[in-house]
């Protein structure tokens, strides 16, 4: 049953992780862009009036809620996986 | 502002306090001092989730630091946000399933010590007291611009009131303070946030253009670095800003309060929506006040920003709309201090006093006294602290608290999850170093230390405002010199393979021999 | 502001005085206690939606230059008037008492109608109706579980639909700063009075409502007592007892104009007015009340006709119909008779119903319980009428011996046994005899036992001269003397006496029996007649049965007494009233 169980977790670092690190780079590219490309993001994006500092600021929100959501997904199936171990195992 | 309205801004106080207390006791849930376990559903949750986490910092401290310098104020509401995803992804499951009411619950079940439990609960102690100056500074500008009175005056009546409030019991436990609230505070600033847009016929267009004559930055208003000049300092803000959730006590204890880990994430999304909904709005608000109050103005009547809303409050709504806004705000700041003091009064009553002193034999009156002492302890400290604040964006003195938990809990936190080699000797020492970093590095910072007006009048130490980025590799570092030089207590593979799967499935398996 | 604060009150007495004026109508009052359905919600809404209406109606304006101009707002205002409209009271309380759907329907009409007035602020005014409607609907459950919240509550939470109001007001017009300078003026006279005045209509209605429920509470008492002292009268014997009691009883409670109780055929009571010419021992002639007997239904009149009677002049003019029944048959009828068909409410119906109900489940428990007092005294006369076999063989065996050497007496000990063992065979089927014939029964038995005994056993037997017209139950002044010969002269071999002594004293007749033997065993007294003693053939279960039969048809004041004399021996003891001489039905059993 360990085993079953340390290879679930193992897949679902497999997804977790790389979104970790896909978040904070997002995250931190904004303050970093802002260091090395100044004048990239005081520029008008494709939205009139925002610049792409903005753009990118804003965006910072759906990406953490979109995030979230993906996690959820992931862990539900995770949970549900769990069950299933449990009550073949210690039934 | 006359008497009337004063009276109108308590009444309205008096009646959302009135509606928390009956909507806790409809619940049926025990004005217990620690936390109520599985009576509130996801949703419930992350409403009482957001009620603690938006304190007047949010509100108050960020509407201020957007009118005054744009962008980089928005940041801060940025970094709050994110941090939700790391407080989801790593930590939140492994929280809920280890503990019940405190985070030294947590760290003890891998590490079970009383000395383990003593250092987690003055972290949780210092790190509430720090969250609670700046309420108390923000309540006593509050109080000032209502009734005209000192600042230094209005911080004594403030932090007396709570200090009462709190210790004689009127803590009612509940996470249903923390609901109410934020219902009041997202109507309220929904409802403001409206006014503001329709003050611009709905345009944004034109907001922005009054925005632009309403800064002496001009043009330059949208642009970054107004604040942050230095790419460091920036990195550094935002490195705290995003790990400094996770190791929050107050926000991290609310997980205890749901049934499985589905409400858990649940309650997280919910208060991650709310939260970033809430920020979105005080965007709109700080670039209101700059539009239509202007910055001059602003800088007037407080050039710490913090009281930016309730002054656009009153620019568009007059006395009436102030009074309500302050009251909003008040609200806020009693709810955030309820939570505050709770997690607080658990960690030294429940870790401490029960645990170590008690040697887990104290009857639940005893530990009501205590907390209720704890409770009395830290208000006096904290009045004593805000007393010195008068000059400071109360969001800076938040983000200053976030740097201690960044680099005190959250090191430990990961890493007792985790790192299979860390020992209990790694997590004291990673706790220890990363407190007193951080503390001594702030103190050494432009903050305290400034030429003009700082505490200490001499040139700073450290030019960082925010020490985030020296003070939490420091912390990660501790931890692990404290662990390799460890050579005693390890634990075996096989234990943390147990407590690993523990916290990742809430597995526990109790095969002696198979 | 203090003006219009005081000019608000004002507005405000006027609107509390109409919405007293309104719950005290009956028509108010149900409406509070109609059961929840779409209909009636939407019913509610109109309500206060018109209660919202007369509120704007009774409002003030406030005109350009900002005076307040105090007319009454029934027409559509000008542009730059805004109207300061105490809706928000009504729609509130809609919401809190009926729910989100209430709330709403009584907000989208408020709201409408102020939409029509036009003015300053349309927009704002029609919006925020329907909204706090909703909004107090959505929240009132989740504060409250009583049926109507509390006006403590109602008064924190009334301070809040005002703010909002204020609110957008100022999101929808921005122009200029006018807005601003009227929400500062109107905003907290707005709260105070609109929290007060939701308070204060709270407790109106829960004033409505607890004199209801007040109501209901008496009524129910009334009835529950009613019930209780009904009883009694149940239980009397003869019909025409029970009719009066209960004509009484309901005429006194009920303050009807008259009440009448009727068998099948004809009047058994009548009480109250018109009793001059409902006589009793009348027909019954209502085709209302053989429809009562013919559907076991109760029957409801409010027309004179329905109840014929013959007299013009008669002062009753509805009636209501209640059949009795026992056993699925209707054996009465019970009429509440009233002088104006308004009289009758949905209480006396009610009552009426219940009554009925109760009165026949009574009858059929008495009649139930009479059943088994018959049945018991029926089995325990079976048991008495078993001759004891040793008696039997006994007394066979005295006539055989006597049989040669005195023929004479052994004829009359054999005619004697006959006699005995008739008045047994009477004892099975009939529950009460003349007392005459049971003297006579127990001079049987004691001349069979005399002889049996000659020489050693006297017995005395005294009555009193008349005793005519005396009933007693058959076969309780034998066993007795059965017992004393039996147990107490056991251990006696001559000399033994049995005194029976029968004395009519004030109204009773006393039967004493007396033996001079060695008396009850100390153990045993007590026990005698309480229980079967059943170490002894037949001779133990005899004075059990006696008592059990005389207490059960007589009462307890017959029970048996039965002590042990100071001089040596046992006496028995009983006795029964003569005066209530009993109905043929009951002697023949």
């Avoid at chain 2, 405002?465 to 912390?475: F, K, S, V």
């Avoid at chain 3, 999101?171 to 709260?191: A, S």
Wanted: neutral net charge; contains cysteine.
């Amino acid at each position: 049953m360990e085993e079953r169980i340390m290879d679930l977790i193992r897949e679902k670092k497999r997804v977790v992780a790389p979104a970790l690190v896909l978040v904070f780079i997002f995250y931190f590219m904004l303050p970093l862009s802002l260091l090395f490309f100044p004048d990239v993001m005081n520029q008008t994006s494709i939205i009139p009036g925002l610049t792409w500092a903005w753009l990118y600021g804003f965006l910072q929100i759906p990406m953490t809620l979109l995030m979230a959501w993906v996690y959820h997904l992931k862990a539900k199936q995770f949970d549900r996986k769990i069950e299933e171990i449990k009550r073949e195992e210690l039934s | 502002m006359n008497l009337t309205y004063f009276l109108f801004f308590i009444c309205i106080i008096v009646c959302t306090l009135i509606i928390t207390y009956w909507a806790a006791k409809r619940s049926n849930t025990a004005n217990r001092f620690y936390t109520a376990a599985g009576s509130l559903t996801g949703f419930q949750n992350g409403m009482a989730i957001a009620g603690d986490f938006i304190s007047a910092a949010s509100f108050l401290g960020i509407v201020g630091m957007i009118a005054i310098s744009g962008f980089d104020g928005f940041l801060y509401s940025i970094g709050f946000l994110v941090s939700y995803i790391v407080v989801l992804f790593l930590v939140a499951e492994p929280v809920h399933r280890l503990g019940k009411y405190s985070l030294g619950d947590v760290i003890c079940s891998r590490f079970p010590s009383n000395q383990m439990r003593l250092i987690m609960a003055i972290g949780a102690f210092i790190i509430s007291i720090l969250y609670m100056i700046p309420q108390l500074v923000a309540s006593g500008f509050l109080l000032r611009l209502l009734l005209d009175i000192d600042y230094s005056i209005s911080v004594l009546i403030i932090g007396g009131l709570m200090t009462i409030y709190v210790v004689f019991g009127g803590m009612v436990a509940t996470s249903w303070v923390q609901i109410v609230k934020t219902v009041v505070l997202m109507s309220g600033t929904f409802l403001l946030s409206l006014i503001v847009f329709s003050n611009f016929q709905w345009d944004i267009s034109s907001l922005v253009d009054r925005v632009k004559e309403g800064t002496p930055l001009g043009e330059d208003f949208f642009l970054p670095g107004h604040q942050f000049d230095n790419p460091i300092e920036f990195f550094s803000l935002q490195l705290a800003l995003v790990l400094g959730t996770a190791g929050l006590p107050h926000i991290l204890i609310r997980l205890f309060t749901v049934r499985n880990t589905l409400e858990v994430r649940r309650s997280l999304i919910s208060s991650t929506w709310i939260i970033g909904i809430f920020y979105l709005m005080t965007l709109v608000l700080g670039l209101g006040t700059v539009a239509l109050l202007g910055y001059e103005t602003l800088i007037a009547v407080d050039p710490t920003g913090n009281l930016a809303a309730p002054l656009l409050a009153r620019a568009v709504g007059g006395d009436f709309l102030l009074a309500f806004v302050s009251a909003i705000a008040f609200t806020t700041i009693v709810a955030v201090v309820a939570g505050l003091v709770i997690s607080a009064t658990t960690a030294f009553s429940h870790d401490i006093f029960h645990h170590i002193l008690k040697k887990g034999k104290s009857t639940e009156k005893e530990q009501l006294k205590a907390a209720r002492w704890t409770a009395l302890g830290i208000g006096l400290i904290s009045t004593l602290f805000a007393l010195q604040l008068e000059a400071i964006n109360v969001t800076f003195l938040v983000s200053l608290t976030f740097v201690v938990a960044a680099a005190s809990n959250f090191p430990v936190l990961i890493l007792t999850i985790y790192w299979k080699r860390f020992t209990q000797i790694g997590a004291i020492t990673g706790m220890v170093s990363g407190l007193l970093a951080s503390l001594l590095l702030v103190i050494l910072g432009p903050h305290i230390m400034n030429v003009d007006g700082g505490w200490i009048v001499r040139d700073s130490v450290i030019s960082l405002y925010n020490p985030g980025i020296i003070a939490i590799p420091i912390g990660f570092l501790g931890a692990y010199l404290g662990t390799i030089f460890s050579t005693k207590r390890k634990q075996s593979t096989e234990e943390f393979r147990q407590f690993y799967i523990q916290s990742q499935t809430g597995i526990t398996s109790r095969r002696e021999s198979s | 502001m203090k003006d219009l604060t005081i000019i608000l009150f004002e507005r405000l007495g006027l609107l509390l005085v109409i919405a007293f004026v309104l719950t005290r109508t009956p028509g108010f009052k149900s409406l509070l206690y109609r059961e929840f359905s779409l209909k009636m919600s939407l019913v509610h809404a109109l309500v206060f939606g018109i209660f919202g209406i007369a509120s704007t109606v009774t409002g003030i304006m406030i005109s350009e230059q900002g005076e307040i101009i105090h007319a009454f707002v029934i027409f559509p205002v000008a542009d730059g008037q805004l109207i300061v409209s105490l809706s928000l009271v009504a729609i509130v309380i809609a919401g809190l008492l009926g729910g989100p759907i209430v709330g709403l329907g009584a907000g989208l009409i408020a709201g409408i109608h102020l939409m029509f007035l036009g003015g300053v602020g349309w927009l704002a005014n029609g919006m925020v109706n329907p909204l706090t409607g909703l909004l107090a609907g959505m929240t009132a459950r989740f504060f409250s579980n009583e049926r109507v919240i509390s006006p403590l509550k109602a008064l924190f939470i009334g301070v809040f639909p005002p703010v909002l109001q204020m609110q957008l007001l100022l999101i929808i017009y921005t122009t200029g700063d006018n807005m601003v300078d009227i929400v500062d003026r109107i905003g907290l006279p707005l709260v105070l009075s609109n929290s007060i005045a939701i308070a204060i209509f709270t407790t109106m209605i829960r004033v409505v409502m607890k004199e209801q429920e007040n109501e209901a509470a008496i009524a129910t008492k009334q009835a529950l007592t009613i019930a209780e002292e009904a009883l009694p009268f149940l239980k009397k014997d003869s019909n025409k007892d029970v009719a009066n009691g209960l004509a009484n009883l309901l005429y006194e409670r009920l303050e009807l104009a008259a009440v009448s109780v009727t068998n099948k055929q004809e009047v058994l009571a009548h009480k109250g007015l018109g009793d001059k010419h409902h006589l009793i021992g009348e027909s019954i002639k209502t085709p209302l009340a053989f429809k009562a007997i013919e559907t076991k239904k109760m029957q409801v009149t409010y027309l004179k006709t329905d109840i014929s009677c013959e007299e013009e002049k008669c002062p009753l003019e509805a009636a209501i119909i209640i059949p009795i029944t026992e056993a699925e048959e209707v054996t009465n009828l019970i009429t509440f008779y009233f002088r104006k068909s308004q009289h009758i409410t949905p209480v006396e119906l009610m009552l009426a119903e219940g009554l009925g109900q109760f009165i026949s489940n009574q009858l059929t428990v008495l009649t139930t319980e009479k059943l088994k007092a018959h049945i018991r005294d029926a089995e325990l006369r079976n048991l008495q009428a078993q001759i004891n076999p040793h008696f039997l063989f006994n007394t066979l065996q005295l006539i055989a011996s006597l049989f040669r050497e005195d023929p004479t007496t052994a004829r009359h000990i054999t005619l004697q046994l006959a006699n005995y063992m008739r008045f047994n065979l009477r004892l099975v089927s009939k529950s009460l005899v003349e007392l005459e014939k049971e003297c006579e029964h127990v001079q049987a038995y004691t001349s069979i036992i005399q002889e049996r005994f000659r020489g050693r056993l006297q017995i005395d037997f005294m009555m009193p001269d008349d005793v005519s017209g005396i009933f007693i139950p058959p076969s309780t002044i034998q066993p007795l003397v059965e017992n004393a010969v039996q147990h107490g002269l056991k251990n006696v071999t001559d000399q033994a006496k049995v005194e029976i002594k029968m004395v009519k004293a004030d109204g009773e007749l006393s039967v004493t029996v007396r033996d001079n033997g060695s008396g009850f065993p100390k153990h045993i007294l007590p026990l005698v007649s309480h229980t079967p003693l059943v170490d002894n053939q037949n001779g133990g279960t005899g004075i059990y049965n006696v008592n059990q039969r005389l207490v059960h048809l007589i009462g307890e004041s017959a029970r048996l007494h039965i002590r042990n004399l100071s001089s040596g021996g046992s006496e028995v003891r009983f006795s029964i009233p003569i005066a209530n001489q009993l109905e043929e039905g009951q002697v023949s059993g």
